[in-house]
């Protein structure tokens, strides 16, 4: 599985080089002279995933966000405001939105209408970050090739609650975040691991 163009910057945050394009979800605590963005997709409003200061970071004229609309309200510039469930056409890129919330906690209420990202690169590659998450009913109709879940628990999904929805919908490879910063450890992944029965890739956060 191809994943050499996919870099995790620890907690939530990401980034992905698709065909010269700098692809950034939920930037956070960025490495100094990070490249900067043609996109950036914010999946909600909590300063662990929208921190204005690290976009500043990597934002140059003519980065587009994407972002709900809580988050897309408080970004000048060129802004795609989004709901969940639905397809958009992103600098020529596929992206689905996904419905992103507690079941059963209430730190991401449904209502609030925040989302995961399906982006589907140019190569045909479809990776999806769940963003902050339980495990939903439209998170186990995903159709994926690499899922960022969130692993750590408290404010999400733990281990076997992602790794029994990856389970069902079966991404050719997940990577597992949302942990070894503010919650999670390096047992949540390997508890993944063993509980997944497709392939963890676990990335070392570049910082």
Known sequence: MEHKHIHWLGHASV???????????DPWKLPENSPRADVIFITHSHYDHFSPQDIEKIRKEGTLFVAPKDVAKSIKGNVVTVVPGELYDVAGLKVQTVASYNMSKQFHPKHNRWVGYCITLSTGQKIYHAGDTDSTPEMRKMVCDIAFLPCGGNYTMDAKEAASAANIFMPKAVIPIHWGDIVGSKEDVEEFQKAFKGTTIVKIPER
């Open 15 to 25: 980034r992905i080089e698709d065909n010269g394009k700098q692809l950034y979800i």
